[in-house]
């Protein structure tokens, strides 16, 4: 069946420094999701990307997503303390149910 | 902010019992899911439910697992012999346009 890798399982930070997370995915996606979970709760919408090669940004947050529509990545400058939690990658395939499958998370941790 | 609720937040039962999980999703939202997360790890969708039907359900999704819409606003995952194994954390999700879901915060099953 479909799967979705993401690594690195875990990232450990200095505050200030940047951090990348990377999802690949075993078969093409009509698109890919991004989402947060902080330590405890559920997780939270960030953002979806349905164009190959597509790029977008939120204040410090940079989403790509692959030419072959099968990878992307999320990339974190100058981490804060408030960055701290599990990002998931989410692949949505062809099918008109909104069915996701998730990559494993990568959980970061930002020192102070 | 329109909100997932979810009840109970937390729910001990013993093995072979049944219960049910209920979710309320956002009013004007037309498709609802439900997944699982066992503990530290990834979560996996279960099952999509649009025009009050199931539209796709995954091989966890097996006859010990059963959804319904019984009023037009609450949504349930019925568990009807729970097994140990199906201690998780889930989390009912919805959508108005099969991106960007709305996670509720989460109903805790622990079977004893």
């Known amino acids: 069946g479909q799967q979705v890798m993401q690594i690195p399982q875990y990232q450990h930070v200095q505050e200030g420094e940047d951090f990348t997370t990377y999802c690949n995915s075993s078969t093409t996606l009509s698109n890919i999701q991004w989402y947060k979970q902080r330590p405890g709760g559920h997780p939270v919408f960030l953002i979806q990307l349905v164009k190959s090669g597509e790029v977008k940004k939120q204040k410090r947050l940079t989403f790509q997503f692959g030419e072959a529509k099968k990878n992307s990545s999320l990339h974190i400058t100058a981490t804060q303390t408030t960055d701290v939690g599990t990002y998931f990658c989410?692949?949505?395939?062809?099918?008109?149910?909104?069915?996701?499958?998730f990559g494993q998370g990568t959980t970061l941790q930002v020192k102070p | 902010e329109p909100e997932v609720t979810q009840t109970p937040s937390h729910q001990v039962t013993q093995m072979g019992q049944e219960v049910i999980l209920r979710c309320v999703p956002i009013s004007n939202h037309l498709y609802f899911y439900w997944y699982r997360q066992i503990l530290g790890q990834k979560v996996e969708f279960l099952v999509s439910f649009y025009n009050n039907e199931i539209s796709e359900k995954s091989e966890i999704f097996d006859d010990q697992f059963s959804v319904e819409r019984p009023d037009g606003s609450n949504f349930t995952l019925k568990i009807r012999s729970t097994k140990l194994e199906d201690s998780a954390m889930y989390f009912c999700?919805?959508?108005?346009?099969?991106?960007?879901?709305?996670f509720g915060s989460g109903t805790r099953l622990t079977v004893v």
């Open positions: 999700a919805s959508t108005g346009q099969l991106y960007g879901y709305t």
């Open positions: 989410a692949g949505g395939s062809s099918g008109n149910t909104g069915k996701l499958i």
